[in-house]
């Protein structure tokens, strides 16, 4: 298995890979969002991915329009429902639909990559001292998507490079 962040030509596209605990372990290292704040790192179809630090309790709250998916990178979290509780664990991943009232809670701090549509307010239907109206973006990982961007732009054709994958370290 790859230990960090690597790079293929696939098809002529440059693909990050970001293995979980590499992308969890620098959460742990680097200067990440404050718990609870989540940071933007990717766009994609009207779609945000952010990466979080989770610890203790959130809120209750729901989305009224948005599903969310929550992929545990490092350590666990619990996701009480009003009718039951669901624990997931790291490598794991949970969706909440839209409308469903939930309220992570994380007894260590636990890294969370979250998927859901641009805007979607991480307090939902809820506006408090909690709610990032905004999220940032998280600079020191766009810094190396960027790298790997950078590098397709010096990639030279080949004629059989779709049959395999061509590792690089990225860092």
Known sequence: MLGGPTWFIVLGLVVAYLPMGW???HLASKPVPARWKPHIIADLNGQQVKLAK???EFIWHHHA?????FLVLRRTLTMP???RVVTVNEGECIVVPRGVEHKPV???EAHVLLFEPAGTLNTGNVRNERTVQDAPRLSWLLENLRTLAVLN?????????????VPGTLL
Not at 65 to 69: A, G, I, K, M, R
Not at 153 to 165: D, I, Q, S, Y
């Open 65 to 69: 329009t948005e599903d969310e998916l």
């Open 54 to 56: 989770f610890f203790g």
């Open 106 to 108: 994380a007894d260590g």
């Open 81 to 83: 429902f009003r009718d």
């Open 23 to 25: 992308l969890g372990g």
């Open 153 to 165: 732009f010096f990639v030279t054709p080949g004629p059989k490079r779709h049959e395999a994958l």
